[in-house]
């Protein structure tokens, strides 16, 4: 089953700026959840709007699309090391 | 065990490869032979699909450049690849027409929106065999898929 991302970590360590920061994913998904039941009607009224213009499916089709984007962030690291800057980006 | 494993893991407790190296070896001698394919082994390939793609650069042994280089660690899942397949959905009909058009007048007989879940799971088990490696003064530069 696939699982979005629960942590995203951010740091920055630069000369001037130390920056770390453990944003809890997770916390915001019950959010994102809601939002998108009550979204979800108007959602599907503008499909069936724009279904004669080719864009309802996409429409439609787009959350569990950008769903599975989000759950395949899983993992994702970018991490940059320089004598004087430090910068780390990790899905987790 | 087969006589290949046997010596991999001599040549392991010998100390004349490294651990990665000889679980490396060891993967390889397990992917079943072009034509043994059977029901049990496509399973055992998938399983050993490649996870992630590793991009990783480190700077060479030069002491000017190892003061200014920069060392680079980048982890992308390739589940990535699979999610992004699925935005060719988004294509409308008639854009897709557009550029398949496109591709054809440049020699490429190619449906975008038929980039099936076989084709993504082909190119994936491509990218296993993928290595590039450059290796220069200013550093080196490592790119595979684990």
């Not at chain 1, 920056?19 to 994102?32: C, I, K, M, N, T």
């Not at chain 1, 069936?48 to 899983?74: D, E, K, N, Q, Y």
């Not at chain 2, 009909?93 to 076989?118: H, I, P, T, W």
């Amino acid at each position: 089953m696939m699982c979005p991302p629960s942590i995203l970590r951010v740091r920055i360590h630069n000369r001037r700026r130390h920056f770390g920061l453990w944003l809890p994913l997770f916390l915001l998904w019950p959010v994102v959840l809601v939002l998108g039941l009550v979204l979800w009607p108007l959602l599907l009224i503008c499909a069936a709007a724009l279904w004669p213009s080719g864009w309802g499916r996409p429409l439609l089709l787009g959350g569990p699309i950008l769903f599975s984007l989000l759950c395949a962030l899983r993992g994702l690291k970018v991490e940059v090391n320089q004598p004087s800057e430090q910068v780390l980006i990790s899905f987790q | 065990m087969t006589d290949n494993q046997r010596r991999i893991l001599e040549m392991l407790a010998e100390k004349k490869i490294s651990i990665d190296e000889a679980e490396r070896l060891l993967a390889v001698i397990g992917q079943p032979v072009a034509g043994e394919t059977g029901a049990s082994d496509t399973t055992q390939v998938s399983k050993s699909l490649p996870k992630y793609l590793r991009v990783v650069v480190t700077p060479g042994p030069d002491q000017d450049t190892q003061a200014k280089a920069e060392q680079v660690n980048i982890r992308v899942p390739l589940a990535l690849i699979r999610a992004g397949m699925k935005f060719t959905a988004f294509i409308p009909q008639d854009k897709a027409n557009r550029v398949n058009e496109a591709l054809q007048s440049k020699g490429l007989d190619f449906d975008v929106r038929n980039l099936g879940k076989e084709g993504v799971e082909e190119l994936i088990e491509a990218l296993r065999d993928l290595e590039v490696n450059v290796d220069s003064n200013e550093g080196k530069v490592r790119i595979y898929a684990e």
